[in-house]
């Protein structure tokens, strides 16, 4: 998969943090090059992108040889040209649902949710941060386009868990657009928000909702003006927590 950004996909990772009353990250931040990337081509590597078992997308570096490297693995230097050849592994299997969808499994905080066999998930450079569930091209967008956001080390995504998530969102101004009808999710009320077309940006919906003191927003972003709620309730009824 190109690890070139496509510009819908940067107003949904940009969403989680635009109404956030603290000091911004600087946007060039954002467009640093990885570094484990840059590693891996200043030593001769050609880099491929797969999807692992849960569906999540990550870097392999390929050498000159055919042996090939994890290139975080690479840059930490864990692993070497030739390694691979020794003994080949073979490749993990995604995981299909019942429902003919794939499941995604967050190990760390413990969640997982259904999505299209056709789509992938492009995780963020600190993936404790956010995913994105990218669909194939429909016309000059991906879609469907679904961000989902955890960050760990942002106050405002840290409610108490006895917490009122209305005042929580209302104090940290995480609100800001259409409030729309509360919505379930992983069995916990979530608030829903509505941001309407407009020249600059398509509408997308967006979702807050916390699980033991980690607030979630999942981002819907309607990319070419489609929008499947068909599609998007089913992705929203798999979410779920390991109990």
Known sequence: MSRRVLPTLF?????????????????????????????????????????????????????????????????????????????????????VAADGWLVYRDADLGYSFHYPADAVIVLDDNPLDSLTILGPLVGDDHWPQITISHPRDRDEFRPPEDADLLDWLTAHNLLGD?????????????????????????????????????????????????????LYTRFLESFQFDS
Not at 29 to 50: K, Q
Not at 54 to 79: K, L, N
Not at 185 to 211: C, K, M, N, W
């Open 11 to 95: 107003v949904l990772f940009g969403i989680a943090f635009s109404s956030a009353c603290g000091p911004a990250t600087p946007a060039a931040e954002t467009n640093l090059p990885n570094p484990a990337s840059v590693f891996c081509e200043e030593n001769g590597g050609r880099l491929e992108f797969r999807q692992d078992a849960s569906g999540g997308t990550y870097g392999m570096c390929i050498f000159p040889d055919g042996s090939e490297c994890e290139e975080w693995a690479y840059f930490r230097e864990e692993c070497a040209p030739g390694d691979s050849l020794a003994s080949t592994a073979p490749a993990p299997t995604a995981e």
């Open 178 to 230: 259409e409030p729309q009808p509360d919505a379930q999710i992983a069995g916990v009320t979530a608030i829903h928000l509505r941001h309407e077309r407009s020249p600059q940006s398509y509408a997308y919906d967006r979702y807050y909702f916390a699980v033991s003191g980690q607030l979630y927003m999942i981002v819907i972003g309607h990319a070419g003006d489609v929008e499947d709620w068909d």
